[in-house]
């Protein structure tokens, strides 16, 4: 059950962390170029399909679950995200959002008979830095004043979520 707790924790952070980019990137998106916008969808769609079916497929196993679970969360945050940037946006979301889901199940597949717990001090490091990046695009997109609350609650939930992997248990056999 303890094992169970810990993908919780692990996919509240990384939606924290997700959430709270996007909700950065959703503030300024009217203050950016088009192209901004699909890319937007783009990475959104990618990094939160690939959170879910990589936090699906390592403690289950099941690469079907994680494969339409990540597809299916892609999709929920790629394809409102690229509409930002039109149609051609939202067909990147659309792309991103299936692509994310099916790379993530596949990793999570293929990370389980190593050092788990490894693997999700790296994936907390790559989600953190991926979702500040695309925040950094935002702010210098938008040429708006820089955040210091949110880039500091940021950066605190960033580095709680690097810190779960030393703290909870994240073997899977």
Known sequence: MA???SYVAA??????????SAAYAYKHYAKTS????MMVGMAYGTVAGFAA????????GDYVLGMMG?????LLVGVPMGRWGGALGRMEGVMAGVMGGQMGAMVGLMVRPFDVTLFMAYYFAMLALLMGEMAYVMYKSAKVSFPKRGAALFALISLVALALPFFLDFSVF
């Not at 996919?11 to 962390?17: P, R």
């Not at 079916?53 to 289950?60: A, D, K, Q, R, S």
């Open 3 to 5: 094992l169970f707790y």
């Open 11 to 20: 996919f509240g952070f990384s939606l924290a962390i997700i959430l709270l």
């Open 34 to 37: 088009e192209m901004c916008c």
């Open 53 to 60: 079916g990589t936090l699906l497929v390592l403690p289950t």
């Open 70 to 74: 990540g597809t299916a969360l892609g």
